[in-house]
């Protein structure tokens, strides 16, 4: 009976439980940080099929950010540490520092194909 009951436990995790948890890992975690923080409604990435929320925002498309920047200097970039074109991002970073990185890091990924 043990042995049985072991069974069907790891069949019912197996089948019913590891899918959700495989499908939820696909995304990189910069991505969703992109997405939770809002990114979005100002940048698209139309590499990573991510589309602005607002039509009218002159924000640039950050598909081949990691071609043009290095992590560290997005992440100074996002606190107001540094600026492009001597202009400050116009919106400081508010979330945790460790998401920060994530997301700096994830978007110096970004490279478009040459």
């Known amino acids: 009976m043990n042995k ?4 069907v436990t790891t069949i019912v995790f197996l089948f019913v439980l590891a899918p959700p948890a495989i499908s939820q890992e696909t995304e990189p975690a910069g991505k969703k ?5 809002k990114c979005n409604v ?3 990435i139309e590499s990573q099929s991510i589309v602005k929320k607002t039509a009218t925002s002159k924000a640039p498309d950050l598909s081949n950010m990691g071609a043009e920047k290095s992590a560290d200097w ?3 970039f996002i ?3 540094e600026k ?9 970073w508010t979330g945790k520092k460790e998401d920060l990185t994530t ?6 990924t970004l490279k478009k194909a040459q």
Do not use: M, Q, V
């Open 4 to 7: 049985l009951w072991s069974t």
């Open 33 to 37: 940080i992109f997405i939770e923080a």
């Open 42 to 44: 100002c940048h698209s």
């Open 74 to 76: 997005i992440a100074k």
């Open 79 to 81: 606190t107001k540490e």
């Open 84 to 92: 492009l074109n001597n202009k400050a991002h116009p919106k400081g």
């Open 103 to 108: 997301l700096s890091d994830w978007l110096a």
